[in-house]
């Protein structure tokens, strides 16, 4: 136990007897209606979360979304679809650039890799999983626990409408089967121009005030019509005003909230630095490569905001760890469970191994980050087309096993989006392809070493740049009939390919399966085992489970709008249109779209744009709404401010504010800038049918 | 105090009791003679101490170097003076692609900005300062403890060719003044060629086996002819092997290895994360511009080379950290001292503030860390002619004060430097300047936000690559006429200036003087306040000095030629050329030049390349002389390998060395691949001469 541990009881207690106000990702099958109860003189009932559930849509690129019309109009974030949208894109006709909206529903387009889906239902699973897994250790445990996972799944994926999820809830502590309605037919109906949703670029994302017209309307299709979706939420009358309640329905992603120190400090000192490094080194590369030259621009510009926004957020949550007074608070409430578990024969006995089976995991992942990143990840192969060659090469390899005997992507219950992803047609830009894969191959030597036998496997006397200019050339996988019989050809097919990409694929694919599985078997069965009994430990000291991590599963929050203080400085809770005008410099990223300086004397300069509240959201709740206590839609989550981003590790409700677009600048921008009636008429039409 | 302190005693005291076997930078003047007795047999006395101190030299690169002739003849590493080369090339005569020798003394280049310097004197100052410094707190100890120094610097530096600087050691438990014979004539006459002195580029650098040919030879010049230099060094006759006792005489950078735990928590939380990320992203920008543009490769690969040797540099640096075992070791070892400290009333007493003042130090280091560095570094005004324009502004501000007032820089004894930096005639690649500032000014806008006081200053509505363009291509300071215009024409030319170089370094210049005098006064007075307590305390409880942390001055450190076990793997002492030759791939950074690839069959394939060392070597040590025991050069210290690169904080003999090109490779190919038999004949002649 360290000093701060000593020093700090009360207020670990305090901590972590019981969450701060607004504190949680609650599951909407566990949500504390109490509590909210008594902040706010107000609590959701069953019905009401119900709704919620439904009308709350899961998109496949991790995002969050939701039906707002009953006829399949979903709603989300710009950049939840801009690679829809990129792909959709060519010089003529630059949607990205532009902006789009679809005058009928017959202009509405097909995002080819998307897919959207609505939980229907929760199951718990915990004791099948644990029945499975009783005894076990090590690569015992990780592989059964595997194996029944796969087979819930796959009894329950009855079709390719139905998708089904055993999620980890608690580390471990928690198993529940997630089925979902799966729309694979999700179609393009408005986006607005890429300077404006991300309006502020990087200097913008992460603060506040904010102006980002980060909105994007897609269709849910079923049939090649629009899917009838009675479950939509409704659009709020009342606009929202500061101080009101509001909840948050959405997935945020993987968060790390209840850890060991020493798990936290495997985040600072290893894999948030790793990767931190790489996207500024790829920010360079991307900023130069596409400097001066529209098309090469328009073809790295989606990519270029998807690695700026890794890079800002990443630094954020690294901050949160490099404060010294976080830290040790974290190394604090680690020592404190861990003392108090000790402190008990019994609790020691049944909770202490969980200490020291986290340690060894984490040696074992420092021992093989670099080898995992590299082999495994897309960290050396950044390449669209390897991705494809190597998805082509395992499936021929894993389809012919039975299903949960598979990877785990590769199940039966996982097949639809696998086979979405690899075979719609999308444009795949070879110059960019080049750049990116030349990036990860000089990495891949630079971080390895040229000794490495993995090195010289893949590189052999080649350097990166003309290996990946001779893969990418020579590979005709951006073909979709060239893939198409590849993975129809199975393992026949590739073995008898000559593709350079697929070629490469298979050398490389040995290493990369033993380094996964030493992951799977040394740190990630072992994490979710003892992670199991830290959560357990949790319980039994504090007499709570509280909500478990994010895990990219629908959750509720709850919070107020708000503001905070920064540096002594009071920050508002809402920006209006006519700040926007005022911070447009014309230059990018503070340049308005032409369609913004055209609208500006019809708009309403009053009307809300942006507004910050104490939500507790992360990642992943992208494209979120934002709904008040009739469960109806006041705005559009979008962000969350610098400190905010901490949020994977702490929530601190006099800082930690999420960022939306307000319902109203919403709809108004719909109308007077864009002319987008037909979509208008359709969201208030939903709300007036339903409230009639 | 914390868990591994308690647990940790024996080892604790063992560690601080006694240095590491072959650990330390030892001054000249307190060499511990008897420690390398016991372990070596061998004392080196007051003469061969002495012999040493006069045949090193430090260059104003931050290198070292030795004097290998009595005719002014100097070795070094190429990496020392590859700015020169590169400010001697032309696209027709690329010295640093093709290599450079003078056939004759007539033919050799003079480097622009480098000098050399001799280390004839060593005073101790402490008193002095002490007197100055009594009694005082804060900006008070600050300003005069600047004023003591420069005082004492101004009466000591006599003339251009006196130079002379306070040094502070054990961070501000010593101050002794330093007297050099200044030279600032110094003429290229050997450079092989870049490939040849940085091979295996990136993946190679810090690691072992190795094969550089990291070597140059200049000249010092005093009126027009080679100086007489009767201190040389000689060359030994006998070529060292694997065992031999070996001594680096050399100027390693700031190590720190007697801080806080706080203090080594700010480097790896908050300064060591700001400068990878930065170099990263700026390695990205530079590979990806010059990427396949001979010209635009030719300006920029030595930039180049300075930022990725940086970010490995630094890389390694960061991973000693990083590791818990160290850093858990480093935070046993502060908790013992506190607590040895606080455990006796009177060390209490009189030590204890030491690490609250260093404490509250590093919160005001933490709170304008980015802006310090923002404003007053070179991260936002990544730009040569920035720094021109600032140290002209500056200088116009500083010169008429009387000397101990000004800012340290520009006091009395530092102008004959600064004169040579700023007055010389370089080439200045505007190409890259626009590049590099726009970088620079783009992460100032993305790191300090848009709303920023001082980004507003800077940028105003302009766009970072606009403003850029418009200061790099507007701005005249590239002409020698133009700044010395500017210099001698004092206040009045800068004010009548239209530059807009120079008017940015005015508009700028206020906020980057007083965030540099919160750092003086906050960060660095007190940092150098408490940090000559906690080496008091240190002394007092353990008994004994050692060696201070490095600090860019004269050190000798002892060794042996040695590998080392790394991964179970059994790492060699020493390489030789038919390794070299088999590395060879024919693509860089693996590619062979010409010159070395026809002189293969007339090499002889068992010459040894480079070596291994334990020596304790560091950054700064770059062209250090490794002598054996008759103070006899036996090879060229250029690199550390990756264990090494922690060196900033603790020594691993079992680990930790320094690499080296051995003298034997050195002659052979300076003869059999570059024909420079003056220069070999030169180097044997002195020897011959010396010793007959």
Chains 1, 2 share one sequence.
Not at 135 to 146: D, I, S, Y
Not at 659 to 665: E, I, K, L, R, T
């Amino acid at each position: 136990m360290s000093v701060a541990a000593r020093s700090l009881p009360l207020l670990v207690l305090l901590a972590l007897g019981s969450a701060h106000a607004d504190e949680g990702m609650w599951l909407l099958n566990d949500f504390p209606s109490q509590a909210v109860q008594k902040g706010y003189r107000f609590a959701p009932d069953q019905a009401w979360l119900d709704r919620v559930r439904l009308g709350a849509l899961k998109l496949g690129t991790g995002c969050s979304a939701s039906l707002v019309s009953s006829h399949g109009l979903v709603m989300t974030n710009h950049h939840c679809v801009r690679d829809c949208v990129q792909d959709l894109s060519t010089p003529k006709d630059d949607y990205l650039a532009q902006g789009f909206f679809a005058p009928t529903e017959r202009d509405e387009r097909r995002c080819p890799k998307l897919e959207a889906s609505q939980l229907l239902a929760i199951t718990d699973v915990t004791e099948q999983i644990r029945a499975a897994t009783r005894g076990l250790e090590g690569p015992a445990f990780a592989k059964a626990r595997k194996e029944e996972m796969a087979r819930i799944e796959g009894a329950c994926a009855t079709g390719p409408a139905v998708r089904c999820d055993v999620v980890t809830l608690f580390h471990g502590g928690r198993y529940q089967l997630y089925r979902y309605r799966r729309y694979q037919d999700v179609r393009l109906v408005f986006a607005p121009e890429f300077p404006m949703a991300a309006f502020g670029g990087y200097p913008d994302n992460f603060n506040f005030p904010r102006y980002g017209f980060d909105v994007a309307l897609l269709r849910v299709y079923d049939g090649d019509a629009p899917a009838s979706t009675p479950d939509a939420l409704r659009w709020a009358r009342k606009p929202a005003v500061e101080g009101d309640l509001v909840f948050v329905a959405g997935h945020p992603g993987g968060t790390e909230r209840v850890q060991t120190v020493e798990q936290l400090a495997f985040q600072r000192d290893v894999a948030l630095p790793w990767t931190l490094l790489r996207l500024a080194e790829l920010r360079g590369v991307l900023l130069e490569f596409s400097r001066g030259n529209p098309e090469l621009y328009r073809i790295t510009r989606a990519r270029i905001r998807t690695v700026e926004n890794g890079l800002k957020g990443l630094r954020g949550r690294y901050a949160y760890l490099a404060t010294p007074a976080a830290f040790e608070q974290k190394r604090a409430e680690d020592g404190e469970l861990r003392s108090r578990v000790q402190a008990d024969p019994a609790l020691a006995a049944r909770y202490g191994p969980a200490w020291e089976g986290i340690t060894r995991a984490l040696a074992s992942e420092r021992r093989i980050h670099a080898e995992l990143r590299m082999m495994e990840t897309s960290d050396a192969f950044n390449s669209e087309l390897f991705e494809m060659a190597r998805l082509l090469v395992r499936a021929a390899e894993e389809l012919p096993k039975p299903s949960e005997q598979r990877l785990r992507e590769y199940s039966d219950a996982r097949l639809p989006s696998l086979k979405q992803r690899l075979l719609r047609p999308v444009p795949v830009p070879k110059e960019v392809e080049r750049v990116t894969l030349s990036f990860g191959l000089r990495r891949l030597r630079d971080d390895l070493g040229a000794d490495h036998p993995f090195v010289q496997r893949t590189l052999g006397k080649d350097a990166p740049e003309d290996l990946a200019r001779a893969l990418v050339d020579g590979t005709r996988l951006e073909e979709v009939t060239v893939r198409e019989a590849l993975w129809t050809g199975g393992k026949a097919a590739i073995e008898a390919s000559t593709d350079p990409m697929i070629l490469l694929a298979r050398r490389v694919d040995a290493d990369a399966r033993a380094v996964r599985k030493v992951f799977e078997d040394e740190v990630e069965g072992p994490l979710a085992k003892y992670g199991e009994l830290l959560h357990q430990a949790h319980v039994a000291v504090y007499g709570t489970s509280g909500y478990p991590d994010g895990t990219l599963t629908l959750r509720l929050s709850y919070g107020r709008i708000a503001g905070w203080e920064q540096d002594g400085r009071r920050v508002p809770a809402m920006t209006r249109f006519d700040g926007l005008y005022a911070r447009s410099t014309g230059t990018f990223p503070f340049a308005l779209a032409p369609s913004w300086l055209k609208a500006r004397s019809a708009l309403d300069p009053k009307t809300p744009m942006n507004v910050a509240t104490t939500n507790d959201i992360i990642g992943g709740n992208s494209g979120s709404p934002l709904l008040d206590r009739n469960a109806e839609v006041v705005g559009l989550i979008f962000d969350g401010n610098l400190p905010s981003l901490g949020g994977d590790y702490g929530y601190d409700a006099a800082t930690n504010r999420a960022v939306a677009v307000h319902a109203s600048a919403i709809l108004e921008a719909l109308e007077k800038v864009y002319g987008a009636h037909r979509v208008v008429s359709e969201i208030r039409g939903a709300s007036a049918a339903k409230t009639r």
